[in-house]
């Protein structure tokens, strides 16, 4: 059974490894890999019988591919070995201790793990000769015209014509990468001209590099630092901080370094570089650790392809892949319906994830993300982790394509979306899971303005089973409340005599209470105004409705989708028994007043500030300006906010107004004042 598994780990890896080198497209996390890898390693330990010469634990990289020269390195280009804790680097430490007693004595350096391409750079009498990658350790890729574009590369060393003068041979190991800022430059410029955008820096670093045109390559914002001579006809520097200071010096870009007198030091270090990782402006997964007396370090000798005197220490993943096992669908408070992903269980960070969010079903439907679908998982900081997207090729034909539910999870009734929205919502006011923001909102002072019923009252309530929608504030019991902890005398009666008062409030406010999606207090007024009763507003079609000045389609739709649920028709039935059901005299069309942005159409698009995008459109519409979707000759203004997207371009080109934030708001102040003075 176990040869059975050694076997399966190594075919497992050496796929892994052809997709991460050669095809610069990995399909699971370097976090997997670790643990393959050293499931591998620890089985061949305990089998060395079992271990094989091409075993993916005997060598570092993969075989170079056919489509480049090959160069052979003057020294193999060895890996490392991880280690993932502090408890870790001090057995390291033991370990190469006992081969060499000096060790407890050691210093060390402290690089970062650069997420990058290794590059190997051979210089011949100062003028930088020929260039390749890893490889195999042994024989690597030519890639020399396309390291020339790399304008950080030297291509005559030293930079600086006082410095020390070259040896004839000098070769020297760096990593190519690209900064995150260029990346996401990279990134919009391709998105906006349609290409296909890159998942990460790291693969698209190689992929760059890996290209048989090297004027492609060029158009990459390749960078690069170095940390190691591989070979110097002139001989090596003795510590690993002189080799870095001599690459400076030669006009080499190095990166930061720490040396610590100590392995305890070391880790005390950790936490800075922990730190450091979220400030700099490119990608690294850990940090590497090498005994700074280069001498003895060579002297430790090579474990497999890694040699003893160093270790990577690797920072808990930020991104990990894993399966999607099954979508569910969570209710806000709002009534909002957000998907969120069930996955197998993975760490992300050093946390265990087992549920992610999937944003909404836009963006299901837009990645293709399908249950059963390998996904990529992000957890950035302390936020909510979220899938990123699936990777499709390793899709096995079984997943499953997810539909978004026609029926609330929780309450069952019918889910309402709007075509044009993202959101899609349960509008029953029964849902048990938007019973405490329902109470909440109805007992709020523009609404029924139940005084002393804060939101931690409402909590209570609905904790103790007392109150299961907004009607039932009307049957609350003296002596239930009086046995609540914290409820005296004074303060239920206060609190029933408010309840009591509520009922006195006029229609507009009760419309605004039953928190009917889109119906602020304008709309509210305008309601009441042409209705003049919940009875008659019930009986309303979309046309009666869709005539009103200030009134658009889909406040139209949300209203009627209200009152088709059963459950609303019973608290209305409810509240009209407990001697809620205010009304009032029916104006004539002409006699209501017009509305500010009466038959003004606006577009908005890009991120906003000030406001969020749907309280914006629901302040535009309750003032009588219909937000529409898509940009056409008959819009009247745009709404720009930032990074603004295709109809941005579309409004310049049919000369549509544009107006930011303020320009808006400004608006609206002149609109309604100039109609007050009317």
């Not at 209501?592 to 995008?613: E, I």
Request: hydrophobic share 35%; aromatic share 6%.
């Amino acid at each position: 059974m176990e040869h059975q598994r050694i076997r399966d780990l190594q075919e497992q890896l050496r796929y892994h490894n052809y997709r991460y080198y050669i095809l610069n497209d990995p399909v699971i996390s370097d976090v997997e890999w670790d643990r393959l890898y050293h499931e591998l390693l620890d089985l061949e330990v305990i089998h060395p019988d079992l271990k094989t010469q091409d075993s993916p634990t005997q060598r570092a990289g993969t075989q170079p591919s056919d489509a480049f020269d090959r160069l052979e390195h003057p020294a193999p280009i060895l890996s490392l070995d991880n280690a993932f804790s502090g408890d870790e680097l001090i057995a390291w430490q033991e370990r190469v201790r006992k081969l060499d007693p000096q060790v407890a004595e050691s210093a060390y350096s402290l690089e970062p793990k650069l997420d990058g391409l290794t590059v190997v750079l051979h210089y011949e009498n100062g003028i930088f000769a020929r260039g390749a990658t890893r490889g195999n350790s042994e024989i690597g890729e030519e890639i020399t015209e396309n390291l020339r574009t790399i304008r950080s590369l030297p291509l005559r060393i030293p930079q600086d014509p006082d410095g020390p003068q070259p040896p004839g041979l000098l070769v020297v190991r760096g990593e190519a990468f690209i900064r995150i800022p260029d990346f996401e430059k990279l990134n919009k410029s391709l998105d906006k001209r349609g290409k296909k955008t890159y998942v990460n820096p790291r693969n698209t670093a190689a992929g760059s590099l890996r290209q048989l045109n090297s004027s492609l390559t060029a158009k990459r914002p390749l960078t690069l630092l170095t940390y190691q001579i591989v070979a110097s006809s002139d001989g090596m520097p003795p510590t690993q901080k002189e080799t870095l200071e001599y690459l400076k010096k030669m006009g080499f870009p190095v990166p930061e370094y720490d040396i610590c007198d100590s392995i305890q030091e070391v880790i005390e270090k950790l936490e800075k570089w922990d730190l450091l990782r979220k400030t700099i402006d490119y990608e690294i997964d850990g940090v590497v650790i090498k005994i700074n007396d280069l001498e003895l370090a060579g002297s430790l000798g090579v474990v497999g392809k890694a040699p003893r005197g160093a270790i990577a220490y690797k920072f808990p993943a930020q991104v990990v892949n894993t399966q999607l096992e099954e979508i569910r669908v969570n209710v806000g408070r709002t009534g909002v319906l957000t998907p969120y992903a069930v996955l197998s269980a993975v760490e992300i960070g050093g946390v265990t994830v087992r549920q992610a969010t999937l944003h909404n079903f836009d963006f299901i439907s837009e990645k293709d993300i399908r249950v059963g679908d390998r996904v990529m998982i992000k957890r950035a900081g302390e936020v909510i982790p979220y899938v990123m997207g699936p990777v499709k090729d390793i899709r096995t034909g079984n997943e499953l394509i997810f539909s978004p539910p026609h029926h609330c999870p929780v309450c069952d009734e019918p889910v309402e979306h709007i075509e044009g929205e993202v959101a899609w919502y349960c509008v029953n006011a029964n849902c048990e899971a938007q019973l405490i923001r329902n109470v909440e909102h109805y007992v709020s002072r523009p609404a029924m303005d139940i005084v002393g019923m804060g939101i931690k009252i409402v909590e209570k309530l609905a904790q103790e089973d007392l109150v299961r929608n907004v009607s039932d504030l009307y049957h609350l019991d003296k002596d239930d409340l009086l046995a609540l902890e914290g409820f005296g005398e004074k303060k239920v009666n206060n609190l029933l005599d408010a309840i009591e008062k509520s009922k006195s409030q006029p229609l507009a406010r009760l419309i605004t209470a039953l928190g009917i999606r889109g119906v602020g207090e304008v709309v509210a007024s305008i309601l009441a105004s042409r209705f003049g009763s919940l009875d008659a507003l019930k009986r309303a079609t979309f046309d009666d409705l869709d005539n009103i000045a200030g009134i658009g389609p889909n406040i139209t739709q949300a209203i009627l989708d209200w009152f088709a649920i059963e459950g609303n028709q019973e608290i209305l039935s409810s509240l009209n028994n407990s001697g809620v059901w205010p009304t009032m005299d029916v104006l004539d069309p002409d006699q209501v007043n017009s509305l500010p942005l009466d038959d003004k159409s606006f577009v908005l698009t890009g991120t906003l500030v000030g406001y969020s995008r749907n309280k914006l459109k629901e302040l535009l519409q309750s003032l009588g300006g219909r937000v529409i979707g898509s940009v056409s000759a008959k819009t009247d203004f745009l709404v720009l906010g930032e990074n603004p997207g295709s109809k941005y371009e579309k409004a310049l080109e049919l000369g549509i107004t544009i107006l930011s934030e303020n320009d808006v708001l400004k608006m609206i102040e002149q609109e309604v004042d100039e109609q007050e003075g009317n």
